[in-house]
């Protein structure tokens, strides 16, 4: 039967002002998944990592995605998968919309592609609801369509690519343990009026920098008045990381998705390797364990690297 | 002693999820005024108007402003101005911003242009106090750059021009009086954060609409959930009117500032000549006196047309 190779990316949600519409995804880190079809319906998932998620596909976000897209089809047919994760879970940096995105491209090759990537985002959004509990799509979107991705509205789902610069992401990844229902549950129901007023000034100038190529208006827009200052305590070192990453000549950033991992933007590779000393000094220092990485932004989203 | 004549136009604030951030410029309806720089330091206004503004320079919104440019400058002189207003006080599309910014550019083109933008949007925001109580930006900056202006931050002051689409505006008065204040005092102090994620969604998707100049993507995007549920009810027949101006082709629309007034944005002149039709049918159906406009965005902001 049919095989297909993707590189799933990690993504970076939230950008900062942009809690549950911005997302952007990363050249690096990207899962490996080969996708197989079968002539029985069913799904069968092979770990090829260490990190033992479950393989029984109801429990596997990879899975319930391919098991949505077998409901939609309705033809029979079923899939193998063998996945070689290498953004862990928990990481922040979008692990489970690889798994769900890459998935879904990859079923949708195999199928001929009769699917478009609006309807890859409602299919992959049920792996986010598997291991979130809400069905977002700030991972998703980015993680199918590339570059930076706004979802102005998830009910009807209307998803705005957004051009951006060729900017440097570095991310620091300290080895603790946030959980995404967490981050989600110490958020405050209520905020004031005016310091929504900041926020949508500041959406609305990160996005304009973005697309007018502002690499000043980005940064200056790079500020979250309303979830940072409830989540960042969930992140030791974070207010220490952000100060000096600035000071190191990053142009801002912050939280990736609900943490731990802190993702800052720069406008060259020297500044975003500058950035990561800063990121390991803090650290090493603090006595956490940490991955960084030094990556780009990924214009192209879930890529085909092998395909029959 | 030197003179100039400026035109100084309407302009409608908060573009409907925008609130306190968006504005644009109207071509028309515009102020006309006309100052002389005087070698004494006093401030004569003279009304050419029907509509009775104070004419003592502390009280009346132009001489505010140029009081406080000529505190700035030191240099003992003064200004006479002739204000012949076009834009009704209490329209709600601006007319207190017109007086502030026109005598603001009038006053920099004799001084021979020796101030920036932001520092006549700040001398002009004092006009604004005097107004409404509050020193804000939503009308200033965009009759002082022309065309749509992000407020980012009022402070420290953040200006940023959008690019937009040749769209036509279609603004009805309705003559009822809605105060600033009173407009102001209804919001909500508190708001829910889930509506603040839908309204910067629409915020992040009408700025990208205005400068990727996607029609459709701006009138998605033209929706309030957080203002205009609360400020409409100060307006009779808003909902008919929004309505029914839609399903004759409006883009979108919604609450030019606080009120009363009511725009809407259109692809042609055509469409907006038949939403003027609706705006007309409704409010005479409603048996309320009312002005209305077709106009389209003025690019160009207050204008010199005749100085020495």
Redesign the interface.
């Given at each position: 039967m049919k095989t297909v190779i993707v590189h799933s990316p990690g993504t970076v949600a939230n950008l900062v002002?942009?809690?549950?519409?911005?997302g952007l995804a990363l050249k690096e880190p990207y899962d490996i998944m080969k996708l197989r079809m079968l002539d029985t319906p069913e799904v069968i998932i092979r770990n090829r990592d260490e990190f033992n998620l479950p393989t029984e596909p109801h429990k596997n976000v990879a899975g319930v995605v391919l098991l949505s897209i077998m409901e939609k089809i309705n033809e029979g047919i079923g899939f193998e998968i063998e996945i070689k994760k290498h953004i862990k879970p928990g990481s922040g940096i979008g692990s489970s919309a690889a798994s769900a995105a890459g998935a879904a491209v990859a079923a949708n090759h195999l199928l001929g592609n009769i699917f478009s990537n609006d309807d890859l985002v409602q299919f992959a959004m049920n792996g986010e609801k598997l291991a979130s509990g809400v069905k977002h799509a700030d991972n998703i979107a980015p993680c199918i369509f590339g570059g930076v991705s706004?979802?102005?509205?998830i009910h009807p789902l209307?998803i705005?690519s957004?051009s951006s610069p060729e900017l440097f992401v570095t991310v620091v990844h300290p080895q603790i343990e946030v959980r995404t229902s967490d981050a989600r549950q110490i958020?405050?129901?209520?905020?004031?009026?005016?310091d929504?007023?900041?926020?949508?000034?500041?959406?609305?100038?990160l996005?304009?920098g973005f697309?007018?190529n502002d690499l000043d208006?980005i940064g200056?827009?790079l500020e979250d008045v309303?979830i940072e200052p409830v989540r960042s305590i969930l992140i030791p070192g974070f207010d220490e990381v952000k100060t000096k990453c600035k000071e190191a000549g990053a142009l801002g950033g912050g939280i990736s998705g609900s943490g731990p991992s802190v993702f800052m933007l720069s406008k060259d590779e020297a500044i975003a390797k500058a950035v990561e000393s800063v990121m390991k000094d803090v650290y090493t220092k603090i006595g956490i364990d940490f991955n960084t990485y030094v990556t780009t932004i990924n214009k192209k989203g879930v890529e085909v690297v092998k395909g029959e």
């Open positions: 002002c942009g809690f549950d519409i911005l706004l979802i102005r509205c209307d705005v957004i958020l405050r129901q209520q905020i004031l009026l005016k929504a007023i900041r926020q949508w000034g500041n959406i609305a100038g996005v304009t697309l007018k208006l200056r827009s309303i």
